[in-house]
């Protein structure tokens, strides 16, 4: 990926000045190659891979760049640099939006700046905006950098981020920043200042169907088969990233349709379900097929890579992705993914919003804890107010109660936390991410539920499609890789080990072969080596928390936090890990 920073400032020694400053300090990870652009009062400044995918044209007055794969919606060729600055000229309000993982922007000195990234805002994309100076960039990182941005704390940040593990609002830790809404681009005129455009929406859900079980799941295979030849574009041995589960398994029949080879890529130690089940299907496919298993030493410093740059938009949960970027560049220039393939699971969930928010749906905490935790003289009746904002957006999200809860999670909580997943692996070989094609998004979205409930869409193509697949062993997470189509044998086995599971649940940290379950452990050497690292800074938060609440939800690092399972609920706790080493640079 490309981690960028743009600026609008007509003060050009002041303009300069900080694109010198800020140029070094681009290339986060190794590796990283810098580029820029300039026209009248514009400048970008990037680091990326080598073999990112970019394009760009300019002029002394004009510019236009595209970092990634932006694909329109009929056709399948990428565009280009040239091509969108005519697609998103000045009368094209909203401009037309691209399939594909990208974030582009477009400048000329007489109608100011368009910047936009892919249907679900994966790409990040924050812009701050002060006395006719215009900021946008991958992480608000940098923009401390420039004379009109000091760093200051945003109180509404951070008390939306603690209830909605997301940017509520799109506001950021600092003040003044914004992260771009999904599905929107940004457009800034001197004379008329920024503003949020809408440019795609995902369509609504039926509320009625006629189409039988059987056909919608035709619909869905057809479709993730003509997506995944479209994004191929002349890619004829792609990389991709493998687990052991349903999402990549799909991915990966589809990859040897088209093309009959690929090179996966499995994170987790040999003994882990997921890496089993997983090396498995790359067997069984003819796939080069590589292992990382990320260190669990290094953890402290992907943490401390991940407070900076990422500014807890993302969550602090995903950290240990870093660690797989060098194993990226082993793989070919793009990598398929199924992250999100599942994103509307058709599983009912409580559409109330208290009920909702009470739940282990829910990976921020729940306000009555962020009252607790937050010293009054310092927020005010803030909370109060963040509160009722966090339900307002929740209730306006769709005029149907049922369909609340997906649309309030994609926009912030999925989003943020496996949406943040490709930004960093793009710095090792760039995403490609079916569910960023509007026709997977529209057919996901337009089937009946009935069709996707427990996955069972995924699981059915898997079964009449790759029915060799489907005779593999699966990870679920769980300690059952039951495969969709099991022989006699592995039903005998499958029985005989739920009679033992009651004594093979409790596995010690490094016995534990449920691949998620050990990197997601707070308690685990790895995350306890985190938060000794995010230890010294506890005490900057002072003036802000009720320390007596903040040691109840994360002690040091040496007591356990108990929680009621490991992965669901350790999302909130690792949020206030992520802040405290976040507070060492920017409270301290």
């Known amino acids: 990926m490309a ?18 400053q800020i140029r070094p300090a681009l290339a986060l990870v190794d590796c990283l190659r810098l580029d820029e652009v300039e026209a009248g009062d514009f400048a970008a400044v990037w680091a990326a891979q080598p073999r990112t995918p970019i394009s760009r044209t300019g002029s002394p007055t ?83 950098e420039h004379p009109k941005f000091p760093p200051r704390l945003d109180p509404a940040g951070l008390i939306g981020l603690l209830l909605t593990h997301a940017p509520l609002g799109g506001r950021a830790l600092l003040d003044g920043v914004r992260r771009l809404a999904p599905g929107h681009v940004l457009t800034w005129r001197r004379e008329t200042g920024a503003m949020e455009v809408r440019q795609y929406a995902i369509p609504d859900a039926p509320r009625s169907d006629d189409r039988t079980p059987r056909s919608a799941v035709g619909e869905l295979d057809a479709v993730l088969d003509r997506t995944i030849g479209r994004h191929l574009l002349g890619d004829d041995a792609p990389g991709m990233l493998l687990s052991g589960g349903r999402d990549s398994r799909l991915v990966a029949g589809y990859l040897r349709r088209h093309t009959g080879r690929a090179h996966a890529l499995t994170l987790g130690a040999e003994t882990d379900y997921e890496m089993q089940c997983a090396t498995a299907v790359a067997r069984a496919l003819g796939f080069a097929h590589r292992t990382v298993n990320v260190k669990e030493a290094d953890l402290p410093a992907f943490a401390e890579l991940q407070a900076r740059w990422e500014q807890l938009g993302t969550g602090f949960a995903n950290v240990h992705m870093w660690g797989a970027v060098p194993a990226m560049r082993e793989l ?39 009252h607790r935790l937050l010293r009054r003289d310092a927020c005010g009746d803030l909370i109060t107010a963040l509160e009722r904002e966090q339900r307002a957006v929740y209730e306006t999200g769709s005029v149907i109660a049922e369909d609340r809860p997906e649309r309030f999670f994609i926009a912030h909580d999925w989003r943020a936390h496996a949406g943040g997943v490709p930004w960093k692996l793009s710095f090792g070989s760039w995403p490609v991410l079916p569910i960023l094609d509007r026709r997977v998004l529209e057919t996901i979205f337009t089937l009946p539920a009935s069709a996707l409930a427990n996955r069972g ?105 108990a929680l009621p399972s490991t992965i669901a609920h350790s999302f909130a706790p690792k949020l206030l890990i992520g802040l405290m080493i976040w507070s060492g640079e920017h409270l301290s």
Do not use: C
């Not at 981690?3 to 010198?20: L, S």
């Not at 939006?97 to 892919?118: E, I, K, P, S, W």
């Not at 249907?119 to 002060?130: E, I």
């Open 457 to 561: 869409a995924q699981d059915e193509i898997l079964k009449r499609r790759f029915p060799d697949l489907a005779r593999l062993p699966l990870d679920r997470n769980t300690h059952d890789t039951i495969p969709l189509l099991p022989s006699a044998r592995q039903r005998i086995i499958h029985a005989l080990a739920r009679i033992a599971a009651p004594v093979t649940r409790h596995f010690p940290h490094d016995l534990e072969r449920r691949y998620y379950h050990r990197v997601y452990d707070v308690n685990g050497p790895g995350w306890r080596a985190i938060r000794r690292v995010a230890e010294p800074y506890r005490e900057t938060l002072s003036t802000l928390f009720n320390m007596d609440a903040l040691a109840e939800l994360v002690p040091p690092p040496d007591a356990r936090i």
């Open 332 to 370: 070919p220039s793009r990598f398929f993914s199924g992250y999100h393939l599942e994103i509307r699971s058709g599983e009912p969930m409580p559409h109330a919003f208290d009920d909702l928010f009470a739940g282990s749906k829910n990976r921020g905490f729940q306000a009555a804890t962020v």
């Open 62 to 144: 004009a510019a236009a760049i595209i970092w990634g794969d932006a694909i329109p919606a009929t056709g399948a060729q990428r565009t280009d640099a040239e091509a969108l600055f005519e697609s998103w000229s000045p009368g094209a309000i909203p401009p037309p939006a691209f399939d594909g993982f990208y974030a582009a922007l477009r400048f000329d000195t007489r109608h100011g700046l368009v910047v936009g990234a892919d249907l679900l805002g994966f790409f990040p994309v924050y812009y701050a905006v002060r006395d006719g100076v215009l900021l946008v960039g991958t992480s608000p990182r940098l923009f401390r």
């Open 3 to 20: 981690n960028f920073v743009a600026i609008v400032d007509e003060d050009a020694e002041r303009r300069r000045r900080f694109v010198r």
